[in-house]
């Protein structure tokens, strides 16, 4: 059994500063990781910001440490917070035998790699520069702070575009990429047959999401002969009222149902009961709703974008597609059958388990722990 600490302050994705609040964090990626080291029979213990903090109070399956970050006006907690009882914190908590941080640009990674670089583990998403400053901020930590003051630490990319940017920088990186794990025992597994004659989004509805492309094409497949099929929007954000109009500009109202901001066991069967789950963003990492999709037997359609869009390609998990239309809704219609079956066969690698397995052989790899 190991002692593993994870330090992961910003828990989920906003779009401003003001961070919107959450009834729980029980659907985050990083507590299906944190799961799946406690299913393996190790003690994890979670840091995560204040600022993230559920409105009402929940119990854990592993010790959630919160802590409170300062200097918003500079460390903004959406993409860079500080919290300066970090390093207070490792230095007298020396039970722990690995530290598995996220992101190589972050203070709080900064904090592990000087304080104990020989634990750390710093799990790298990223596959370009941060836009913050025009990018001067990331160029200069990159080339200077990562390469020379975290040059011990050990890396590990989420995906093949972090895995050959990160290369660029940093030294000890594993060749060995961990995506997101999913815990699965909570998501239904359903085959093609179980399908029904719909779609489904699972989005922010904001600009970059590019929600107004998935509806038009939508439309055109509708038209198309396929007057039965639905397509589900799961989510909220400033660009619904927008999206409604053009459902009724388009005449497709009776096809589009909006199904607003939904609880993860509420959303999940909507994905598995559709024949994909449909993504048209121009701007984002490595996309949990994917894996989650993938986990339930659905296929993807997505642009090539989203950094597991590589796996998605490389497995035929799905459909990976430039400005796909409504000739990509007909052929994943056509070919269901076999892009559930990949969806299957892969699931088993998108486990929060199977994820803390490839940690653990990433700390045996490097003597950590």
């Not at 401003?16 to 959450?22: F, G, K, M, Q, Y």
């Not at 985050?28 to 840091?47: D, E, N, P, S």
């Not at 056509?334 to 559930?340: A, D, H, P, Q, V």
Request: hydrophobic letters at 40%.
């Amino acid at each position: 059994m190991k002692q593993i600490l994870v330090i992961n302050p910003i828990l989920y994705t906003s779009e401003t500063n003001e961070i919107p609040r959450v009834q729980s964090i029980k659907d985050t990626m990083i507590y299906a990781l944190c799961l799946g080291f406690v299913k393996k029979g190790h003690r994890v213990t979670l840091i995560a910001a204040m600022d993230y903090q559920p409105v009402v109070e929940e119990q854990y399956d592993f010790p959630v440490v919160w802590m409170k970050t300062i200097w918003h006006s500079i460390f903004q907690p959406r993409c860079f917070p500080y919290m300066p009882k970090l390093r207070r914190f490792l230095k007298s908590h020396r039970e722990f035998e690995c530290i598995i941080s996220s992101e190589m640009f972050a203070t709080w990674s900064y904090t592990a790699a000087r304080v104990c670089p020989e634990k750390t583990i710093i799990w790298h998403e990223l596959a370009k520069h941060n836009n913050m400053l025009h990018k001067l901020p990331s160029r200069v930590w990159y080339g200077a702070v990562a390469s020379l003051l975290m040059r011990r630490v050990t890396v590990v990319p989420r995906s093949k575009a972090a895995a050959d940017f990160i290369g660029r920088y940093a030294k000890n990186v594993s060749d060995m990429q961990i995506d997101h794990g999913v815990n699965v025992e909570e998501m239904k597994l359903l085959g093609a047959a179980e399908k029904k004659n719909q779609f489904a989004v699972v989005s922010q509805l904001i600009e970059r999401k590019r929600i107004d492309r998935t509806i038009d094409s939508f439309a055109a497949f509708w038209r198309q002969g396929h007057r039965d099929y639905r397509l589900y929007i799961i989510g909220s954000g400033d660009k619904e009222e927008a999206l409604k109009e053009q459902v009724k500009r388009l005449g497709i109202e009776e096809a589009v149902i909006f199904g607003g901001r939904r609880t993860h066991e509420e959303l999940i069967p909507v994905v598995a009961q559709s024949k994909a789950l449909l993504v048209s963003t121009e701007k984002d990492n490595n996309m949990v709703s994917i894996a989650e999709s993938i986990a339930v037997g659905t296929p993807v359609v997505t642009t090539p974008v989203p950094y597991n869009a590589y796996d998605i390609a490389r497995e035929q998990l799905g459909i990976v597609q430039d400005n796909w239309n409504q000739e990509t809704l007909e052929q994943i219609c056509i070919e269901n059958e076999r892009y559930c079956a990949n969806c299957a066969a892969y699931r088993d690698k998108l486990t929060n388990v199977y994820c803390a397995e490839q940690f653990l052989q990433v700390m045996e790899k490097f003597r950590l722990g």
